[in-house]
């Protein structure tokens, strides 16, 4: 940003203003890794897949076909077929939504309760800090998953439940290192400055603690989102996933368990999904990160 | 000796044991997927009854058996209870536990306790002679003392003490179980129950110690006492049964190969849920029998390992059609609805040959009282089933084909267990049902639910569902009563999941269990099933199956009347 703001400041002819800025925009393009992009194309197809399945998909995900069961990739299906015949490439693709939908709606409530939690201790006091922080040791106590589990077996398995178990059972990890943030912020020169400058509490909140402690929060939200279907996956392999006959990726994992030694495309397909969407929002979450805490200088 | 085939691969029905023949595996294969079955449906059928029928004996034993070992085996479910119950339950109970008579495959009752028994004219009186110096593992005497008070207890009014299936079955029938000397057991009938021999060989009717029994039910589930072969050492939940030998064992029943003790020393029944676990267990010797060989490994299995299998009588996994309200209240959405999909070829692909086929809902296929010509009831018929929602009134058809009326859509709630009463395989049938269902305009909603929660009820509701798949196992046509008797007096058969209760059904049922005449009360029993099929109260799909597939070493096991429980009591390692 610093940079920009030097070329913008500097009184150039046109055609000088012109050539720097496309310096600056192909330097920029170049110095980007080739990984961001390629994470960035397999995301782009992930986000087709889960607005317009209809695009991508070759088969009907939900048909049976009683006569082509358990074949093995080829050029008709080239992710194979299930045990009662249905296309697997296009239940993937299908499932793309609500793997989604379940990775976007756990981060989001995961990190509105993260949030809420982590800046009431941060900045709330001693006394707030120290009911959050034995709240948040008290969650801990139990493993995410259990807590995940509990939500699931309580309530009918459904994508909401899923959303809800997966947003509370990462919660506390995310609020935890939100409290973190916001209390090392606070204490950093600059707010120390503010204060001695007569700043009111108010306007350091705002113009300096809260700018500073939420930039690591787009990582995490990155992170989060495969984090989260890689969690839902999980509850589904355990059999607490939706209902079938839904392509969620998890779901199909959970389905094709049995088949894993006699039909290993039945596992290793989604699996594959799941884990390029997960190294995918990974990759650009890091670049992110490098981009925020200044260690990605483009030009 | 005999063959036995089925889905393209051929069995030596040898004496009970179906051993694997020389059938390649690609061959079973393409067998499946076929447009045309290579063996006609009336062999595969008689294969499969062949198969249960065989085991109705067990194979002679070897001269001088292998003595010691433990036998390391995987189950699949793990019971809420050691006794009574679920079937899950009753497979443990087969080891630890004995009954006063015991059943063969072919229906009929032999010994076990009771050495012998005569019945009085009228047919309402039973005298039992209870074989001499048998003792429970506790060291309380199994005599007519002990069982009157089983009796006793199972017929109370007390929940805590009451067994509540073996109530459901002789509860409207025994009048008094008395003792008149310690080895003469009688018991006397308000009313004749030609079915008591029969009902007394299940594991409902386990025999448990008096002395353990008087420590209350959570003892009783967690560590029950017997005078079987075995007794209960310990019960890691979420692990294993660990079953010692009964060193003083005398009390085999005429089913067993031999008599005494148990050969080997010692059973861990571990419960490995997940197919691929229990069987790769078997696969890397760390187990020397499992339950249930998944469908995906059958021909494996019978390649590899000496495979048994026996079709459990009483009633086949269907589904419950709820006729207590819309849509199923219409006789015609319900005969639709067994209509509109291939249920055969279904089963066929989900298991693989590894189960049947059981169109008849009313009826096991290996029930002995089964109608046969409704082995063939309510086929594919698209057409037909069109027909009939069409003169049932729904003929509004939602934007993705549904049909609708009055404004509402045709759906169906299927709630099922799950990976428990109804194993991924079967789920699979139901979702291939789900799919073909909707060609008609059914919308079929499955909904899984815990096992915990199934027997507890939640989400079970009259009002939660129209269609349940469920099964009861019994020897055959007793378990009508169970399925089909009418609420009354406050009871509420929760058992009917169908809510199908006509007079006329009832009638016959009760009249059947009490006919002397064979031939009359088969024909009651028969007339019974055209009934309920004809109604479409419930949708056939297939019979619950145990297969144990064993490492070759392990020998004499065998699979055990009246519900296919497998039986350790004569197996022993090869030298």
Redesign the interface.
């Known amino acids: 940003m610093s940079s920009t703001s030097t070329i913008t400041g500097t009184r150039l002819g046109f055609s000088g203003d012109f050539r720097r800025r496309l310096t600056y925009v192909v330097t920029f393009v170049t110095s980007i890794p080739v990984s961001v992009y390629v994470a960035a194309f397999i995301l782009g197809g992930f986000v087709l897949a889960a607005l317009a399945p209809g695009v991508l998909r070759t088969h009907d995900p ?3 076909d ?4 358990l074949q093995a990739p080829s050029l008709s299906h080239i992710f194979g077929t299930d ?3 249905r296309d697997v490439f296009s239940r993937v693709v299908q499932g793309t939504a609500q793997s989604m939908a379940i990775g976007v709606g756990a981060t989001t409530l995961s990190m509105s309760i993260a949030l809420t939690l982590g800046i009431a201790a941060g900045l709330g006091g001693r006394m707030a800090d120290s009911l959050i922080s034995r709240f948040l040791e008290v969650m801990f106590a139990f493993p995410n998953l259990f807590l995940a589990l509990l939500f699931v ?1 309580i309530f ?2 459904t994508t909401a439940t899923l959303i809800v178990a997966v947003g509370v059972g990462t919660a506390p990890g995310y609020a935890r290192m939100i409290r973190g943030q916001f209390l090392a912020v606070r204490r950093a020169g600059y707010v120390e400055a503010a204060t001695a400058l007569g700043h009111s509490w108010q306007r350091i909140v705002r113009q300096h603690i809260f700018p500073n402690a939420m930039r690591p929060l787009v990582v995490m939200i990155t992170l989060g989102l495969g984090q989260s279907i890689v969690w839902a996956s999980g509850l589904a392999f355990l ?1 607490l996933g939706v ?3 839904s392509p969620e990726w998890g779901a199909l994992l959970d ?1 094709g ?7 290993w495309w039945l596992e290793v397909m989604p699996g594959f999904a799941i884990i390029v969407f997960a190294l995918s929002v990974t990759v650009i979450g890091q670049h992110l990160q490098d981009r925020l805490e200044g260690r990605f200088h483009p030009v | 000796m005999a063959i036995a085939p089925f889905g393209g691969i051929a069995f030596t029905v040898f004496r009970g044991r179906v051993l694997s023949a020389p059938a390649s595996c690609s061959g079973a294969t393409s067998s499946l997927v076929s447009r045309q079955p290579a063996v006609p449906r009336q062999r595969l059928m008689a294969g499969f009854i062949l198969a249960g029928i065989s085991l109705a004996v067990a194979p002679p034993a070897s001269a001088d058996p292998n003595r010691g070992g433990t036998i390391r085996y995987g189950h699949e479910q793990e019971p809420p209870c050691l006794y009574a119950g679920w079937v899950q339950a009753g497979y443990i109970q087969r080891q630890y536990a004995d009954n006063l008579v015991a059943r063969t495959h072919d229906g009929r009752i032999v010994p076990w306790i009771a050495t012998e028994w005569t019945i009085s004219d009228d047919r309402r009186t039973y005298t039992f002679k209870i074989k001499p110096n048998v003792k429970f593992t506790d060291g309380t005497a199994l005599d007519a003392n002990a069982i009157v008070a089983d009796f006793n207890r199972w017929l109370s009014n007390d929940p805590d003490k009451a067994n509540v299936n073996a109530k459901l079955y002789v509860g409207d029938y025994i009048s008094a179980v008395t003792a008149p000397d310690p080895l003469t057991l009688r018991i006397d009938l308000r009313q004749p129950y030609e079915q008591l021999l029969t009902v007394l060989s299940t594991y409902f009717f386990g025999l448990l110690s008096p002395t353990a029994l008087a420590l209350g039910p959570q003892a009783t589930c967690e560590k029950p006492i017997g005078s079987g072969p075995f007794y209960v050492e310990k019960w890691n939940h979420g692990q294993n049964v660990i079953l010692k030998r009964n060193p003083n064992y005398n009390s085999a029943p005429a089913t067993a190969k031999h008599q005494g003790p148990a050969y080997v020393d010692e059973i861990i029944w571990k419960f490995l849920k997940d197919n691929t676990v229990r069987y790769g267990s078997l696969l890397t010797d760390e187990s020397d029998a499992i339950y249930d060989v998944p469908a995906v490994d059958w021909a494996d299995a019978n390649k590899r390992f000496t495979v048994i299998r026996d079709i459990t009588g009483g009633t086949p996994t269907r589904l419950q059609l709820n006729t207590a309200f819309p849509p199923f209240d219409d006789v015609r959405v319900r005969q639709a609805f067994a209509h509109v999909s291939e249920r055969r070829q279904a089963v066929d692909v989900a298991f693989r040959g590894a189960v049947p086929y059981n169109a008849n809902g009313s009826m096991s296929i290996s029930s002995p009282e089964r109608v046969k010509e409704l082995d063939a009831s309510d086929p594919y018929d698209l057409t037909a089933a069109n027909r009939l929602l069409d003169e049932a009134g729904w003929t509004g058809r939602t934007s993705d084909g549904i049909r609708t009326k009055d404004g509402k859509p045709l759906t169906v709630r299927l709630l099922y267990a799950g990976g428990s009463l109804i194993s991924s395989d079967g789920v699979l049938v139901l979702q291939i049902l789900q799919d073909q269902a909707r060609a008609a305009g059914f919308n079929v909603v499955l909904k899984p639910i815990q096992q915990a929660d199934w027997f507890a009820g939640k989400g079970r509701g009259p009002h939660d569902y129209e269609a349940q798949p469920a099964y009861w196992v019994a020897a055959g046509a007793e378990i009508l009563k169970i399925s089909w008797r009418p609420d009354h007096d406050g009871f509420v058969n929760a058992n009917n999941a169908s809510r199908f209760q006509p007079p006329a059904l009832w009638k016959l049922i009760a009249a059947a269990d009490s006919d002397f005449d064979d031939k009359e009360r088969l024909k009651l029993y028969q007339d019974a099933q055209r009934l309920i099929v004809d109604n479409a109260a419930v949708v056939g799909l297939f019979p619950l199956t145990v297969s144990i597939a064993s490492q070759p070493k392990l020998k004499d096991v065998w699979i055990s009347g009246p519900v296919s429980e497998p039986v350790f009591y004569d197996a022993y390692f090869e030298k």
Do not use: E
Request: overall charge neutral; proline content about 8%; charged content about 15%.
């Open positions: 939900f048909r049976t009683l006569f082509s069961t045990q009662s015949g077996t009918d398995a059999g209902a079938p006959p389905a368990r049995d088949y894993v030694v006699n039909a």
